[in-house]
């Protein structure tokens, strides 16, 4: 049985920062690609990033860029994301997502992934 667990998220002032971890049990996670998605109130879903299992290569998108990074640590099954100067529109549920395709091209889609976590509540106040 494959799980994904969230962890990190919490209540932040705008510019500051957090660091969401996604820990995989049930999956060999050092041959999956890990993506982060958020899901904001009244909105669709949306990609946030993704690290490849294959060669390690990241995608962000564009609204996050520059002020979140993504890793993994295969030795502990898990995926970080760093979020730094954190803004009101960055309040979101977060989920990490696992997919066996190599990641070496973005995959922003969802339904390119196969497992998902539950997501951690993020909010950013003004």
């Known amino acids: 049985q494959v799980q994904l667990v969230e962890s990190g998220g919490g209540l932040v002032q705008a510019g500051g920062s957090l660091r969401l971890s996604c820990t995989a049990s049930?999956?060999?996670?050092?041959?999956?690609?890990m993506g982060w998605f958020r899901q904001a109130p009244g909105k669709e879903r949306e990609f946030v990033a993704q690290?490849?299992?294959?060669?390690?290569?990241?995608f962000y998108a564009d609204s996050v860029r520059g002020r979140f990074t993504i890793s993994r640590d295969n030795a502990r099954n898990t995926v970080y994301l760093q979020m730094n100067g954190l803004k009101p529109d960055d309040t979101a549920v977060y989920s990490c997502a696992a997919t066996r395709a190599a990641g070496n091209v973005r995959l922003a889609v969802a339904g390119q992934y196969n497992y998902w976590g539950q997501g951690t509540q993020v909010t950013v106040s003004s």
């Open positions: 690290v490849s299992w294959y060669d390690g290569s990241t």
């Open positions: 049930g999956l060999t996670f050092s041959v999956h690609t």
